[in-house]
């Protein structure tokens, strides 16, 4: 991990990257989408509204585990001092919190039919707009640190704070058994039909590959922002000092 | 008893066009922050 310190190495890696993750992840996702919409047959309680799944459990997954990025890049900022990875950890924010976004406005469009209501203060439903929320707060304080010129460990350390919410999200439905069904898959084992698992699983694979290209793309973004302030600022210092050599003897005498 | 008769499809469709609208949004955005960064930083680089 310490090899891609290096932003020049980094970004020969990222350049070949970005649009692997993309167009594989686009063709996967859109496949699994077009699986999930036309292929599937309705399910033997919810009807056709389980093709909703195919997109709200993606938006799930990656809802949390773009907090889980956020909180192991803070990890790497604080004990290692990795260069990129506060970066990294602000790439993933704003992806991150449209994915929490996506899950909850699918969550309650599905429950509507489902469940005879658009939101129920449910530890599930609850526990993610908390994680939604606190994406919201993560990017505050990070662009609050850029534009100051303030520490990015204070971010760093809400990030790995904040992660403490990702367990709960995934225990909810075991500690407050309410409205949302307990979880279908765990390790090893599954209560959902093939018929239904195979596209599901596609499409999770296929939305974190364009979730990858989308860091990568912010992260590239970020990178070009910071080599052009510097160089700017280099630049300025550079003008300036044969203007300082030459008031020098002049103060001197006065 | 009464039941309300929902069209479970225009649901899916809402549900779809939400996410794919957002994702959509979502790309534009980031890869055209991208293109301009580095746009900018190759000119600032010639100058």
Redesign the interface.
């Known amino acids: 991990m310490h090899i891609y310190a290096n932003p020049t190495r980094f970004l020969s890696l990222a350049r070949w990257l970005t649009p692997l993750l993309f167009w594989s992840g686009l063709a996967l996702s859109v496949g699994a989408?077009a699986w999930g919409?036309f292929m599937v047959p309705p399910d033997r309680l919810m009807?056709?509204?389980v093709?909703?799944l195919f997109?709200?459990v993606p938006?799930a997954w990656l809802g949390m585990g773009g907090w889980a990025g956020i909180a192991i890049s803070s990890a790497m900022l604080l004990i290692w001092k990795h260069p990129l990875a506060a970066l990294a950890a602000r790439a993933i924010a704003?992806?991150g919190m449209?994915f929490c976004?996506?899950c909850l406005?699918?969550g309650s469009?599905?429950g509507?039919?489902t469940w005879?209501t658009w939101w129920e203060w449910d530890g599930r439903l609850t526990s993610m707009l908390v994680l939604l929320f606190l994406y919201a707060g993560y990017i505050a304080l990070t662009e609050a640190a850029e534009k100051e010129g303030s520490s990015t460990k204070i971010a760093a350390i809400f990030g790995m704070v904040g992660a403490v919410n990702v367990p709960i999200i995934n225990r909810s439905v075991v500690w407050w058994n309410s409205l949302h069904q307990p979880p279908s898959i765990t390790a090893g084992k599954s209560a959902i039909e093939a018929t239904f698992l195979v596209p599901l699983l596609i499409a999770v694979v296929g939305f974190s590959l364009?979730f990858g290209a989308?860091v990568l793309?912010?992260m590239?973004?970020?990178i070009?922002?910071a080599?052009?302030e510097a160089?700017?600022r280099r630049r300025a210092l550079d003008d300036d000092a044969p203007a300082m050599a030459a008031a020098t003897p002049a103060m001197e005498q006065a | 008893m009464m039941r309300?008769q929902?069209n479970?499809?225009d649901?899916?469709l809402?549900?779809?066009g939400?996410?794919v609208v957002?994702?959509a949004m979502?790309?534009a955005w980031?890869?055209r922050?991208?293109a301009?960064?580095?746009a900018?930083?190759d000119a600032?680089?010639r100058r």
């Open positions: 989408v919409l009807g056709d509204t093709r909703i997109i709200h938006a704003v992806p449209v976004a996506i406005a699918t469009i599905w509507r039919p005879g364009l989308i793309m912010r590239r973004a970020l070009a922002q080599q052009v160089r700017l | 309300e929902l479970q499809w649901f899916v809402m549900a779809y939400v996410g957002a994702l979502l790309i980031a890869w922050s991208m301009r960064a580095e900018r930083r600032v680089r």
